[in-house]
């Protein structure tokens, strides 16, 4: 079976104060194994500040179950001070991967997620 790659590329999404959002997702199909890997962009929209960071991982999808295989791990964090609280994360929901991002107090930052898909 070949693996097939995709690069899926958000919107910008954005946080006020300590809301969690969907800032990048991915839908699956039963049958397969996929890597992800998200590169996440946040930008305080007053101050400019930023964060940035790469979220790599695996799941797969058995019988529309999408499960997350091992830990999401961290490829880098490159992050502001002021950006230091927020958090991004990845999780399986349904059957779609989905990386969240969760703002800080008192700031908005605009957030964009460029996802590759990879299955097999």
Not at 51 to 80: K, P, Q, S, W
């Amino acid at each position: 079976m070949a693996v097939r790659t995709q690069i899926v590329v958000t919107d910008v999404q954005q946080t006020v104060v300590l809301v969690t959002v969907t800032c990048g997702s991915y839908t699956t199909t039963a049958g397969r194994a996929y890597q992800f890997e998200a590169h996440v962009l946040g930008r305080d929209t007053t101050t400019g500040d930023v964060f940035e960071c790469v979220r790599y991982g695996g799941a797969r999808n058995i019988a529309t179950v999408l499960t997350l295989v091992g830990a999401v791990r961290t490829l880098t964090d490159n992050v502001d001070a002021s950006l230091a609280a927020c958090v991004v994360t990845a999780d399986a929901s349904g059957e779609g991967i989905r990386i969240r991002c969760t703002g800080i107090a008192l700031q908005t930052v605009e957030w964009m997620t460029w996802l590759t898909i990879r299955t097999n």
